[in-house]
């Protein structure tokens, strides 16, 4: 028996605008109009015709043909404000009893890295609002870029979860397969789900690359493989962005057609289902332990934190934005923190990556900035407004400061 997990995840950041030095004083920091834009330009490629095609595939095979997403807090807020017609088809995915949905933070941050207790906070914010808008109780956990290490998975043991997504990186498994479940060193009673990069990448990164050998991948093909597996492991997790249908692989591929023929091929195998990650972790055992000290994600060819956290101006921006938590949440100022939480969003330090060999073209999807310098000097201008407005609020307190952008790029 093998089982087919598909997990998606759908993000849509709150884009700075180019924000500079004369700027500071006007607090509206957000690109409202290039972040309506993108979402209703995906929506239209991707989400509702996706959503649309999952409800058929839902319904044509009678609850055999499940799926799992984990939707950020920020993408919420953008089909709530741009586009409610998709929020309200996740509703009916919801509905089917088919579709399970994960807690992550809501922001789309990187704070376990920085601070546990904002970590727990964006974590139990997004659990609320899964709940309120899908009534699910997340009982697994996908963490911001699949980030993970035995840390994480200890942490995540205490919160109470059920199980944890992570990369099926080569040198943390080493001859071991992606396709059995496992448990970190650090966190016995939670179940490890690691991505098949391999098989999710031919789909996510492959499928329209002509120069492929396998290109075109065709359904009977891409089954035969899964089968494969059949006798050599439990799962084939299919990790990858949702937005791979559609917008990062355009309808004219064939992307769609290739996924509604699919469930029924697949599924032609008698031994052959399709689990979400909670049924995965119920139903199979850990085969052994892994030993994952140093962050893995799935990002990049590394799959480090390389990307986010690869130069000065990333790192020195995170350490001055997580500097300003304390004194942004002694204001109580519900806009203030809120503002602060979207800066936490990752991709704003992804956009000030200078990586720009083989995965260059990744790192400039969606970039709203020319070059990584002008995102680092914008977040920057941002911090120091925020540093002002921090101040005003708290006149008998010691100012808080920031560094400056030029103290880097000059």
Not at 144 to 167: R, Y
Not at 242 to 249: A, D, K, L, N, V
Not at 310 to 316: A, E, L, V
């Amino acid at each position: 028996m093998v089982s087919v997990c598909f997990y998606f995840q759908v993000h849509q950041p709150d884009r700075l605008r180019h924000y500079s030095i004369f700027d500071i004083g006007n607090h509206d920091y957000f690109d409202h109009a290039k972040n309506r834009e993108v979402v209703q330009k995906v929506a239209k490629k991707c989400y509702i015709p996706m959503n649309k095609l999952l409800l058929k595939l839902i319904r044509q095979h009678q609850g055999r043909f499940k799926v799992a997403f984990s939707i950020t807090g920020t993408a919420l807020d953008q089909f709530a404000r741009y586009t409610p017609y998709v929020l309200k088809l996740f509703q009916e995915l919801a509905d089917t009893g088919c579709v399970e949905f994960l807690a992550e933070t809501y922001y789309h941050s990187l704070s376990f890295l920085y601070n546990k207790e904002e970590f727990d906070a964006q974590v139990a914010l997004h659990k609320a609002r899964i709940k309120e808008l899908f009534n699910q109780e997340p009982r697994v956990f996908r963490n911001t870029e699949l980030i993970f290490n035995n840390e994480l998975a200890h942490h995540l043991q205490a919160q109470g979860f059920d199980a944890v997504l992570a990369e099926g990186a080569d040198h943390i498994l080493g001859w071991r397969s992606p396709n059995f479940l496992y448990t970190a060193v650090t966190a016995p009673h939670i179940k490890l789900l690691l991505k098949n990069y391999k098989l999710s990448d031919d789909i996510a990164f492959r499928f329209s690359n002509k120069s492929w050998e396998e290109h075109p991948l065709t359904v009977d093909k891409y089954v035969h493989w899964i089968n494969a597996v059949n006798g050599n492991g439990h799962t084939v997790n299919l990790f990858m962005d949702y937005e791979t249908f559609g917008e990062h692989q355009w309808e004219d591929t064939g992307i769609f057609s290739f996924m509604e023929h699919f469930p029924s091929a697949f599924l032609a195998h008698p031994d052959n289902n399709f689990k979400t990650p909670s049924e995965l972790a119920a139903q199979y055992p850990a085969v052994g332990e892994l030993d994952i000290h140093a962050p893995i994600s799935w990002a990049d060819l590394e799959r480090d934190l390389s990307a986010w956290l690869g130069n000065r101006m990333q790192t020195t921006a995170m350490d001055e934005l997580y500097k300003l938590k304390d004194a942004v949440m002694a204001t109580g100022d519900e806009k203030i923190i809120d503002d602060w939480r979207r800066l936490t969003t990752s991709d704003h330090f992804y956009y000030m990556c200078t990586k720009w060999f083989s995965d260059g073209d990744v790192h400039k999807y969606f970039n709203p900035y020319d070059t990584p310098y002008e995102g680092y000097i914008a977040f920057m201008n941002v911090l120091n407004d925020f540093a002002l407005r921090i101040n005003a609020q708290r006149p008998a307190a010691k100012p808080v400061i920031t560094e400056t952008p030029s103290t880097l790029i000059n």
